[in-house]
């Protein structure tokens, strides 16, 4: 027993590799606020899922598309982030931040370590894919989960060769998923790439990789719409309006923190392969170049390249760092401590409120003052015009108000966000529209409505209630 505490206390150089592989992504996603936008309407609509024990498959929502059919395909995540909510409030979401960071960093480091890398490399590698995805991956919404289901798929078949019966943990993985993302058909490239990798030296591992492969997509299946999500997926990644409204469907841009580091990364990858100066294979680079053209098409794309890339790259890179002596010391304690006291830090300091918009410190796009001052003037089931950035936490503060549109981008009809953004940037006709609509109130974001924001105090149709750094609240005058 002493001895188990004398090697506690005394880690090796390698624990201290795989505790930084972790424990740094947690740290810092501790000290970045999370946005309102992608999950305060989730947590809504858990919400009502466990009150009514039943799923939400209509829009209760909007004044625009209320009462139509909704796919809800993120459902089983909404009912989780629901749940922990009810259960710890703000705080306990932030600790499930953190730890669906933290499992997802560990199964990355993992599945590098079963290609071969050393602890320094798969540590490093780690953190890299996790810094290029950062921006994506430390925001909480149903995709954080998919991250972490993704990167324990990357593991099970990393290992498959000392462990074969991992690869049926994949399609256990799929049933999860399908509920909680729409990603769910990266598990399924997943084990195709395996199988074009095991189809000729390992027969048989290749034969249970096509079998794993075809029971995943049965697994999909295994949702409240059946075989629907994979339509849901198709038309979600297709959708016209979603790609030109949405700026994570876009390209990746030079201009952007996560564009910057996608390009850099990419640079740094053709010059390791050129330097290496042997050929790289036909499949590693035919996954670099898929994860490559998800990312080109949707910059959402980055967080998986920066997750399945650091595998790639440990076995290029594997026979480079050699094992070196790992001595313990408690040294190595001291800087492991430091590291979760960061984590500590960044838990601490964001929690209360902020004196600016009212909402919880770790949220960002949360105006709860301009929400509460139209809560006051408005009752359940009154139509409030909110922009798009400000309309999930203003549904989620004010659950009785309903809205134009909301983060469901692929809901509205090309119609209603031509109305939005005519009404938003104050165009001709915009009072004429509101009052057609019979809206009630206006929340406003500074930037998306900034025309409507310098119209509106020459309308006597309207009386500010608030105006902030973050935007303004306006009630109607009309009786």
């Known amino acids: 027993m002493r001895r188990g505490l004398a090697h506690l206390l005394s880690p090796s150089l390698d624990d201290v590799w795989a505790v930084v592989a972790v424990l740094l992504p947690v740290g810092a996603t501790l000290l970045v606020r999370t946005q309102a936008i992608d999950l305060a309407y989730q947590i809504r609509a858990g919400e009502v899922m466990l009150d009514t024990g039943s799923v939400l498959r209509t829009d209760t929502f909007t004044y625009t598309v209320g009462g139509e059919p909704w796919l809800n395909q993120q459902w089983g995540a909404q009912v989780a982030l629901a749940a922990v909510f009810r259960l710890g409030g703000w705080p306990l979401l932030d600790l499930t931040r953190a730890a669906l960071v933290a499992i997802t960093c560990l199964f990355i480091y993992r599945a590098c370590r079963a290609n071969e890398a050393t602890p320094r490399l798969a540590s490093v590698l780690t953190l890299a894919g996790w810094l290029v995805g950062s921006q994506i991956v430390t925001m909480l919404r149903p995709q954080q989960f998919a991250f972490a289901l993704f990167a324990a798929t990357l593991w099970a078949i990393a290992t498959r060769h000392e462990h074969p019966y991992r690869v049926w943990l994949v399609p256990a993985l799929v049933v999860v998923w399908a509920n909680v993302h729409g990603s769910f058909p990266l598990a399924i490239a997943v084990l195709t790439g395996a199988w074009l990798e095991d189809r000729r030296g390992d027969v048989r591992l290749a034969k249970t990789l096509v079998a794993a492969a075809g029971l995943s997509i049965i697994a999909s299946f295994v949702n409240p719409y059946g075989p629907g999500v994979w339509r849901y997926v198709v038309e979600l990644s297709t959708h016209p309006i979603v790609s030109r409204r949405v700026a994570e469907w876009g390209p990746p841009s030079i201009h952007t923190p996560t564009g910057q580091l996608f390009f850099a990364s990419l640079f740094v990858i053709v010059a390791i392969v050129a330097r290496r100066g042997r050929r790289l294979g036909w499949l590693p680079l035919l996954t670099l170049g898929v994860y490559a053209t998800l990312s080109l098409l949707a910059i959402r794309g980055v967080a998986w390249w920066g997750l399945a890339i650091p595998l790639i790259v440990a076995a290029q890179l594997a026979d480079l760092d050699q094992p070196r002596a790992s001595d313990r010391s408690p040294r190595h304690m001291v800087f492991i401590v430091a590291l979760a006291g960061l984590a ?11 004196p600016r918009t009212g909402a919880p410190t770790m949220l960002a796009y949360a105006p709860e003052r301009l929400v509460t001052a139209v809560r006051a003037e408005v ?74 924001l310098e119209v509106l105090p020459t309308n006597d149709g309207w009386r500010l209630l608030i105006e902030t750094e973050e935007g303004a609240a306006y009630v109607s005058t009309a009786v």
């Open 344 to 354: 500590v830090v960044g838990f601490a300091s964001h929690r209360g409120l902020d």
């Open 379 to 452: 009752e359940p089931g009154d139509r409030v015009f909110v922009s798009q950035l400000y309309a999930s936490w203003a549904g989620f503060s004010a659950p009785g108000i309903l809205v134009h549109v909301d983060p469901r981008i692929e809901i509205f009809p090309e119609h209603v966000w031509d109305e939005h953004f005519s009404i938003s940037d104050g165009r001709e006709g915009w009072d004429e529209l509101l009052d057609d609509q019979g809206v009630r109130a206006l929340i406003l974001e500074s930037s998306q409505a900034a025309g409507l």
